[in-house]
C-alpha cells in the first residue's frame, strides 16, 4: 500500500506541481484540450510511461504527485476535483471520492485493456464491476519478520503482546486503518466495525501494544529488519518484500485471524474535461507492461492477469508472496469507506497516537 | 504631510505581509475552530465549542504539558551549549571570529531532515555510538538511545542551538568593554566580573534565543516523528494529524489556538525582558 512519512516532506514538492498543474490547465484552456493531469504517489509508475503514452496517444498528460491519501483527498474535495483528470488512491477513498459524486462512471467500452485484469479484480467489494474505480496493485498486510531470530509468528497477538524477548524489536503501521486494524483482526471483528464497543477494545489493546513497541513506523520498517533493531513488524506484503530482497532471512506470514486486502485504484474524476483521454490513459496503465513493471520494479501483485503470467519465475520463487492466487486475497476483507463512522474512528485514533 | 506618507510607503509591505499571512491565516484558524468537521474534512459549518471542551481534555493537556516539558529541557541545554561556545567566540581573535561563526552555522547547509536522519544512523541499536562503545567494551547490550525522549531532546538541540550562539554572541559583542575593565579595575574576581556584569547585560540575548528553540521546538513535529519513533507525540504531531490523517480540521484548528496563545505569551514575556534590559542599559 502506497502511503508514507517521508513523502510528507515531498507533499510540499507536489503542492507545487498540482498548484502548477491547476494553473497551466487554466490558462491553456481549449489550446490544450488534449490535455491531462494525474495524481499519483511518487515513483508509483514507469518514470517513462507518460513520455510512452504521448508517442503513442498523441494525448499530452501531466504528473502531479501526492504523499498521502488524505492529501490529495483534501485538495480534490476542496476543489471539487478541478484541474485533476485521473488519480491513484487506495480503495475506501476511492468510495469516498465516489460517494462525494467526484469520481466520474468508468465507460468500459473505452476500455479494453481492462479484459487483462483477473475475473476476482472486477467483482471487489468496493466497487463490485468496476463502475468508478479501477485496481491497479493489491496485497495483503501481515508480520514481516527475522526468521532466523524468532520463530515464525502465527497470530496478530504475537506482535500486539509480544513475548518478553521481543519487546522493544517490534515496530506497527501508524497509518489509521491498518493500525485499527491489527486490534480488530485480533479481536476477531469486522475491519471496517466503527461501533462503540469495538472501538474501545482496540484502543485499550492498542495502547497496552504501544508500550512494547520500538516504534511506529510506515516507511523504513524493513530497515530496521535488515539492521537487526527490529525483529518483528507490521507490514504490506510489498515492503516486506523490499527487506526480502536485502536479507533472505526475511519473512512474509499471514497471521491465522487473517488480513485485510488492500487495493489501490484508478479514479477519473467528475470535474474533467477530458474523460475521452483519461479513459485512454487508464486503458494504456492497463496494459501488459505497466503491469510487469509495478510486479518486478515495486514487489506489488498487480490484479492484472496478463502481467502475473508474463512474470520471471525467479520472482515468484524470491518472493513467495508475489505468488498468491487472487482467490486466496480476494476471501479476505477490504477496508472501505467508513463514512459517518470516520469520525468516531479518528478520534478513537488520536487518542491512541496521543497516550502516554 | 511628506514624513507621514514616507512612513506609509515604507511600513506597507510590511503590514500588508503581516495582513495577509498573520492576520488572515489566524482569523481562519480561529473561524475553523468554532465549526464542526466535514465526514471527508473540510469544514461543516455549524456552530460548536465542542472542540474546545475537547482540547480541556487531560489526555490533550498532558501532551501540551509533556511538550512544553521537552522544549524548556532543549531549551536549557541549548543554552548551556551555546553560552560558553559565543563566549569563546567573542574571546577570540578578531580574524577568526567569522570563520567561528560559518562553523556555528555550517549545519544549515544541509537539509534538515537529513540531519535527523543522520541522528538516526548514530543512535539505533546498531548505530555508531552502540556499535562504537560494545566494539571498546564499555557495553555489552546496546544502550536505548533512539526512540524515546532523549533522542527528540538531542535532535532538537543539535538543530536550533546554533540560533542561540548567535543570539548570545550578538548580545555579548554588544557589550561595553569599558564596564569590564571598570568591573576588574575595581578589584573584581572574573567570575563576579562574569556574573554581576557581563551575564545581566546578555540576558536579552540569552531570552530571545530561548524563546526562539522553545518556540520552534514544541511545535516541531519532525523530530519526534522520527527520533521519538511516533510513540512519543508532541502538540505538533497531533496537530498536523488533525489536518493530515484524522481530517478533523477544526479540532486541529482548535489545537493550534491554544499554541498560538502559548506562543504569544512567551513572546510578550521576552519582548518584556528585553525592554527591561533597555532601560536598564540607559539609566
Known amino acids: 500500500m502506497k502511503t508514507g512519512k517521508v513523502t510528507r516532506m515531498g507533499s510540499a514538492v507536489a503542492r507545487v506541481s498540482a498548484v502548477a498543474a491547476v494553473s497551466v490547465v487554466a490558462m491553456s484552456g481549449a489550446a490544450l484540450a488534449d490535455k491531462i493531469v494525474i495524481s499519483n504517489w511518487d515513483g508509483y509508475m514507469p518514470a517513462d510511461l507518460l513520455e510512452k503514452f504521448t508517442a503513442e496517444t498523441g494525448i499530452e498528460a501531466e504528473l502531479a504527485l501526492h504523499g498521502t491519501n488524505e492529501e490529495i483527498m483534501g485538495k480534490v474535495v476542496a476543489g471539487g476535483g478541478e484541474g485533476y483528470d485521473v488519480l491513484f488512491v487506495s480503495s475506501p477513498f476511492a468510495e469516498a471520492l465516489n460517494n462525494l ?131 518483528l513488524v507490521q507490514a504490506w506484503d510489498g515492503w516486506c518484500n523490499y527487506g526480502i530482497a536485502e536479507n533472505a532471512d526475511i519473512k512474509y506470514v499471514i497471521p491465522e485471524e487473517g488480513t485485510d486486502l488492500w487495493v489501490d485504484t484508478i479514479v477519473v474524476t467528475s470535474a474533467s474535461e477530458n474523460a475521452d483521454a483519461a479513459h485512454a490513459f487508464v486503458d494504456y496503465v492497463l496494459g501488459q507492461e505497466t503491469g510487469v513493471w509495478v510486479a518486478s520494479n515495486i514487489l506489488y501483485k498487480t490484479p492484472n492477469q496478463k502481467a502475473m503470467e508474463a512474470l520471471d519465475a525467479s520472482l515468484l520463487e524470491g518472493f513467495p508472496n508475489m505468488a498468491m492466487q487472487p482467490a486466496d486475497m480476494t476471501r479476505y476483507e477490504q477496508l472501505r469507506d467508513l463514512g459517518e463512522g470516520q469520525k468516531a474512528f479518528a478520534r478513537t485514533v488520536t487518542e491512541i497516537m496521543a497516550a502516554q | 504631510m511628506k514624513q507621514r506618507l514616507k512612513t506609509a510607503i515604507l511600513l506597507g509591505p510590511g503590514l500588508g505581509w503581516l495582513a495577509l499571512l498573520m492576520v488572515v491565516p489566524c482569523a481562519l484558524i480561529f473561524t475553523y475552530s468554532v465549526f464542526e468537521r466535514g465526514v471527508y474534512g473540510g469544514i461543516d459549518y455549524t456552530f460548536t465549542l465542542e472542540n474546545f471542551r475537547r482540547a480541556a481534555d487531560p489526555l490533550f ?66 548505530g555508531l555510538i552502540n556499535n562504537g562503545l560494545a566494539a571498546i567494551g564499555v557495553i555489552e547490550e546496546p544502550l536505548p538511545l533512539l526512540y524515546n525522549t532523549f533522542a527528540v531532546v538531542v535532535g532538537l538541540v543539535y538543530n536550533y542551538t546554533p540560533f542561540v550562539v548567535l543570539a548570545i554572541y550578538a548580545s555579548l559583542n554588544r557589550i561595553n568593554r569599558e564596564t569590564i575593565e571598570a568591573s576588574e579595575d575595581l578589584g573584581a574576581p572574573g567570575w563576579v566580573t562574569f556574573r554581576r556584569v557581563i551575564v545581566p547585560q546578555t540576558v536579552p540575548g540569552i531570552a530571545a534565543g530561548g524563546v526562539f528553540v522553545f518556540v520552534l521546538s514544541i511545535g516541531n513535529f519532525i523530530t519526534p516523528d522520527l527520533l521519538g519513533g511516533g510513540r512519543l507525540q508532541m502538540v505538533g504531531n497531533l496537530i498536523y494529524d488533525q489536518f493530515l490523517s484524522a481530517r478533523d480540521w477544526p479540532f486541529g484548528a482548535t489545537l493550534s489556538m491554544f499554541l498560538i496563545a502559548l506562543m504569544m505569551i512567551l513572546l510578550f514575556a521576552q519582548a518584556m525582558v528585553a525592554r527591561r534590559a533597555a532601560r536598564e542599559a540607559a539609566r
Open chain 1, 101 to 231: 459524486g467526484l469520481a466520474a462512471p468508468i465507460d468500459h467500452a473505452k476500455v479494453p485493456n481492462m479484459a487483462n485484469l483477473y475475473d476476482e479484480a472486477m467483482q471487489l467489494s468496493h466497487d463490485p464491476g468496476n463502475t468508478y474505480s479501477v485496481p491497479y496493485a493489491w496485497g495483503t498486510t501481515g508480520l514481516c519478520y527475522r526468521s532466523d531470530m524468532m520463530d515464525e509468528p502465527t497470530s496478530w497477538n504475537d506482535l500486539l503482546s509480544p513475548s518478553d524477548d521481543l519487546k522493544g524489536k517490534v515496530t506497527m503501521l501508524s497509518t489509521d486503518r491498518w493500525l485499527m486494524g491489527a486490534a480488530a483482526l485480533a479481536l476477531g471483528k469486522s475491519l471496517n466495525d466503527t461501533s462503540d464497543e469495538t472501538l474501545a477494545e482496540a484502543r485499550d489493546m492498542l495502547i497496552a501494544a504501544k508500550q512494547n513497541l520500538l516504534s511506529y513506523d510506515d516507511t523504513t520498517f524493513y530497515q530496521k529488519l535488515v539492521s537487526g533493531e527490529a525483529t
Open chain 2, 61 to 126: 493537556l498532558g501532551i501540551f504539558l509533556q511538550s512544553a516539558k521537552i522544549a524548556g529541557l532543549a531549551t536549557l541545554i541549548a543554552i548551556l551549549i551555546a553560552y560558553p561556545a559565543a563566549f569563546a567566540i567573542t574571546r577570540a581573535p578578531r580574524r577568526w571570529q567569522t570563520a567561528l561563526l560559518i562553523l556555528v552555522i555550517l549545519p544549515f547547509w544541509s537539509n534538515y531532515l537529513i540531519r535527523t536522519y543522520a541522528w538516526i544512523v548514530m543512535l539505533n541499536r546498531e
